[in-house]
């Protein structure tokens, strides 16, 4: 590896080196049977153990793709619990416009420790090396994934209770409990006639309820 001469560092790490240190792994195993890619067998003090080894690029790879995908369930839940909030504050649903906060996804994780270099290789290119511990970023990514869970759990109990609270005001206010739901037909030819659209606010669903008013009344 080339060496590179320091013009500025930035050191971010705080724990020994030793800390880091890569250990020698007892793999050994009487195997006995198997559950998936897990082993189950003897140690060498005989005791029966279940052991899984996985390919560490691979272990920190995986949890980033679980955390995405929880990143993603968080923000759709987020955004109908926003909408629904939105929708409950609402005067015409009696509601007094002030809208409870919703918990961030960006500052629920920890920012990773790196270690910066900027300086000029042996082939004199300038160049910004960073580096940080795989075992502190993979320790990172599985906090993030459990503080993930939780919200994940608190954020849909909030949005099923605003929603059984949205059902309420909205029949008070003479709309149905849930958004009306846009309607149509197929011509012959195959091709969707829309006689009423879909409801994406409330101004759509009071437009939507003045329409069947003012049906009843020719």
């Not at 759709?76 to 609402?90: G, I, P, Q």
């Not at 006689?195 to 069947?212: H, P, V, Y």
Request: aromatic share 6%; glycine share 6%.
């Amino acid at each position: 590896m080339k060496t590179l001469t320091a013009l500025v560092s930035m050191v971010l790490l705080s724990a020994c080196a030793s800390d880091y240190k890569v250990k020698s792994v007892d793999t050994e195993i009487v195997g006995k049977g198997a559950i998936g890619s897990r082993i189950i067998g003897l140690n060498d003090s005989k005791e029966v153990i279940i052991q899984e080894e996985n390919d560490a690029a691979d272990e920190l790879r995986v949890q980033e793709a679980v955390n995405a995908k929880m990143v993603q369930d968080l923000e759709y839940e987020s955004f109908e619990l926003k909408s629904c909030r939105n929708d409950l504050a609402d005067p015409r649903l009696s509601g007094n416009g002030t809208l409870p906060p919703v918990a961030e996804i960006d500052e629920m994780k920890q920012p990773e420790q790196v270690k910066e270099e900027i300086g000029i290789t042996d082939d004199g290119d300038l160049k910004v090396v960073k580096k940080s511990y795989f075992i502190d970023k993979l320790k990172l990514e599985r906090k993030f994934a459990s503080s993930l869970k939780k919200m994940i759990t608190l954020t849909t109990r909030h949005k099923e209770e605003c929603s059984a609270k949205m059902a309420i005001a909205r029949r008070n206010a003479g709309l149905p409990g849930t958004r009306y739901q846009g309607t149509g037909y197929f011509t012959e030819s195959g091709a969707w006639v829309q006689t009423r659209q879909n409801e994406s606010s409330l101004d759509d669903g009071f437009a939507i309820k003045a329409t069947f008013e003012q049906k009843d009344r020719l």
